[in-house]
């Protein structure tokens, strides 16, 4: 089982670190974790080969574990929202984790509010509408994760290393874990898009 | 020729009449505009039905046009960038706009700077890296539209419909009507992923 660790990660001071942390969780459960950094090294940072790199990363995993922790905003790292389209597109399962257990509504309105009722709905500072599902980011996100697995699993967490969100990943990671040993153990055909 | 047009349009006020004139300038090219906000008419505003509606609008597509336009960050809607990453696997041609013309370092500058120099590259406010490419988005967004199409298509323009980017629409549908000239007087096989 190859699964693809995308996110801000990345960005972080220590990437490369963070990243190592991470595959060793999910070295813990038999688990193989594809970092994107580890092919950003060898492309020396051009934009066209990490892009490529990343790519054939996802085409060689079985499904994508995605860091959703808000980024530069209210919301996910555009980045990560296009490789999570991505493999989705694919049909492979996709999980989802956060250090923020807030609602993206709330977000919204502690970085673009006040908010202002409109109608049945809220909307921003500038005037634009905020999606109120109760959802923890973009729906197009947050229901293509629910669809595949459950819900983003959030642990609050603060501090530097928040945008990587340990707690949370090893709760996903865990979780992925035992849903692989059911499903190994009924021996079912493999259901494409979810475990 | 329909085309799936995505963006944070859908978030504007007046975002039905915004979307019934990018399919006006579409259908002057003979071209068959879809917009996401057809499908939420009929699913009373529900999440799971908005999103099966748009990924089968996507599906019924033969290529995408993207609406980058900041949104509320200094990048673009991460829901639109989920559905790039959703056509891009599909392999099918994804065009890009927006009304910024400001490279993605610039526009982090503004909202989380001031940067500072880290190495080669530059850190946010927050020691967090920032892609340092001359793109205008993140390197995933960015590069999947310059291997499909060519470079986002951008025109400043500001005013409360800056977010919608009409001018940079009409600029990127007059260049793929003309591509799709070229391509039909030639009559060769389509290229899967370009035009």
């Given at each position: 089982?190859?699964?693809y660790?995308?996110?801000?990660?990345v960005?972080?001071p220590?990437a490369?670190?963070i990243?190592?942390r991470?595959?060793?969780i999910?070295?813990?459960?038999?688990?193989?974790g594809?970092?994107?950094?580890?092919?950003?090294?060898?492309?020396?940072?051009r934009?066209?080969?990490?892009?490529?790199?990343?790519?054939?990363?996802m085409?060689s995993?079985?499904?994508?574990?995605f860091?959703?922790?808000?980024?530069?905003?209210p919301?996910?790292d555009?980045?990560?929202?296009?490789?999570?389209g991505?493999?989705?597109?694919?049909?492979?399962?996709?999980?989802?984790?956060?250090s923020n257990p807030?609602?993206?509504?709330?977000?919204?309105?502690?970085?673009?509010?006040?908010?202002?009722?409109?109608?049945?709905?809220?909307?921003?500072r500038d005037g634009?509408?905020?999606?109120?599902?109760?959802?923890?980011?973009?729906?197009?996100?947050a229901?293509?994760?629910?669809?595949?697995s459950?819900?983003?699993?959030?642990?609050?967490?603060e501090?530097?290393?928040?945008?990587?969100?340990?707690?949370?990943?090893k709760?996903?990671?865990?979780e992925?874990?035992?849903?692989?040993?059911?499903?190994?153990?009924?021996e079912?055909p493999h259901?494409?898009?979810?475990?």
């Amino acid at each position: 089982m190859r699964l693809y660790l995308a996110g801000p990660d990345v960005f972080l001071p220590g990437a490369v670190q963070i990243g190592a942390r991470k595959r060793g969780i999910c070295a813990r459960y038999g688990i193989e974790g594809l970092f994107p950094l580890d092919v950003e090294v060898e492309t020396q940072g051009r934009a066209e080969p990490i892009f490529r790199g990343n790519l054939a990363l996802m085409e060689s995993a079985d499904g994508g574990v995605f860091n959703l922790t808000p980024f530069r905003g209210p919301g996910a790292d555009a980045g990560t929202a296009f490789e999570l389209g991505f493999m989705a597109a694919q049909g492979k399962p996709v999980f989802g984790y956060s250090s923020n257990p807030a609602p993206y509504l709330d977000r919204v309105g502690v970085h673009c509010g006040p908010l202002v009722r409109h109608g049945q709905g809220w909307r921003d500072r500038d005037g634009l509408a905020v999606e109120d599902f109760g959802l923890s980011d973009n729906l197009m996100l947050a229901v293509s994760i629910a669809e595949s697995s459950l819900d983003v699993y959030t642990v609050a967490e603060e501090g530097p290393e928040a945008l990587a969100a340990f707690r949370a990943f090893k709760l996903c990671m865990a979780e992925i874990a035992a849903r692989l040993t059911r499903w190994q153990s009924k021996e079912s055909p493999h259901v494409q898009g979810s475990l």
